[in-house]
Each structure stands twice: as structure tokens, then as C-alpha cells.
């Protein structure tokens, strides 16, 4: 069996599926997990299975942008058994008490992506996660020494570079946390397909106070965005 963007085999997959946007991070958790086994690798994009604490669990990465999240978690709830998927990524803050290395828990995702628009036309449509992963991801972030979480929305944005806009100081005046380009897609598609979806972020760096992570602070504080992950997955 396979997909156009995934060739694995039924059963592969666990039902848990972690999803960081970089296909390095995706091989970096395999290494974290017990007896990864490569699943698929399809345009580069490797997925593993293994087990954490004796829970199955896959890895898969989204690449970047709604569009690319959209088709893999459609595969992956659709065609492969996935039920939940947690995206472990990278946001940049935009509130004014966000900080380098806080932890964002999305319990929502505006966003100026087509996608959702053009299937529901004339709604403006409520990108949520799984409340039960949502509030576990939140206890999971207490629980790490050291972590601030904010649980909040975010912006899931087309455009990276977004050029001269005040759209970002408006989202914040209105208590939006952060900009990234995933969460929307990924919580709309979880919806259609029936499935349970989380975005948890790092904030890596402060839009507009020109501050951003040394690589070596992001794969410190990458460990502790997956720990969390992993622990939401088992308490959920
Ligand atoms: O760190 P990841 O998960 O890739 O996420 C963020 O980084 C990428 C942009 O550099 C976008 O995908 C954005 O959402
Ligand atoms: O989309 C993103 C991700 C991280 N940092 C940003 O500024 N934007």
C-alpha cells in the first residue's frame, strides 16, 4: 500500500504520530525512541515507529506550510489508522511576555491560509486541538522544570516573511501568542478526517525585538518540547 506521499506498509504507523515541521528533527526523535524502524521515506520525508516507555509511536515530518501538513496528516488519519498527531515545531513570539524558549500550547490557530476558506465558504472557521491533548500538554509543560507555557492562539500564517504589516500588532493587542505556518491546517484537517490533533511550539525567537535561539539552545529546548509531546500522548 501506499499514498502519493507515503509508502508504508498498513499497520506501519502507530496511532500516535509526532510531526515536526524539519525532516532532521523527525530523524533526530526516531533516535530518541526504542527500535525506530524506517517506514517511509518518500520526497526524503522519513517516517519512523517505535516505541516510548512501551507505547507505540511514529514520527513524521510536515514539512512547511498548510498545504504540506494538510496532505500528511490527511494520509496518515485517512489511509494509515493515525489518531492523534501532536506537531512539535518552532513559532516566532509576538506577545509582549513571550520569551526565548517558552513553550506555546495553540488552543487555537487564526490564520490567513485559503485552505479552510475555500472548503467552507463564508465561515470563519475555528481552528481548535483536542482539548484532552490541549490540557495534558499543558500539565506535561508544568511539569518540566525550568518551563514557561503559555496556552493561547496563534497565528498559522502562508507567508514567512511577511513584509511591512501591523496585522502582527493587532493579533497581539488581541492576545494572540505567536506566528507559524502549520497549526491551522493541521487542526482543520484533523476535524474532516475525524481525528485528534495538538500544536505544541518553542518559541525560537521575538518578532520585531530582533532576538532569535542559538542552534544549540534549540536542540536543548527541542529535548524538552518532545518530552512534553511524548508525556501529553500517554496522559490524554
Ligand atoms: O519549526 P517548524 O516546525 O518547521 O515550524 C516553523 O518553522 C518553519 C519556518 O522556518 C515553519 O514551518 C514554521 O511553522
Ligand atoms: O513561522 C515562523 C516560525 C518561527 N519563527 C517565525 O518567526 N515564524
Sequence with gaps: MATPHIAAQPGDFAPDVLMPGDPLRARRIAKVLTDARLVTEVRGIAGFTGTWEGRPVSVLASGMGVPSISIYATELFRF????????????????????????????????DSAVTATRLPGVHYSHAPSFALAAAAVQAAHDEPGTTVHAGAVLTSDAFYSGESDLLTHLAARGTLAVEMEAAGLYATADVEHGEALALMTVSDLIGRDVEMSAAERETTFDRALRIALAALAAA
Design 80 to 111: 494509515y489508522g493515525v489518531r492523534r498527531i501532536v506537531r512539535i515545531g518552532t513559532c516566532g513570539g509576538i506577545g509582549p511576555h513571550l520569551a526565548l524558549g517558552d513553550v506555546v500550547v495553540a488552543t487555537a490557530a487564526h490564520t
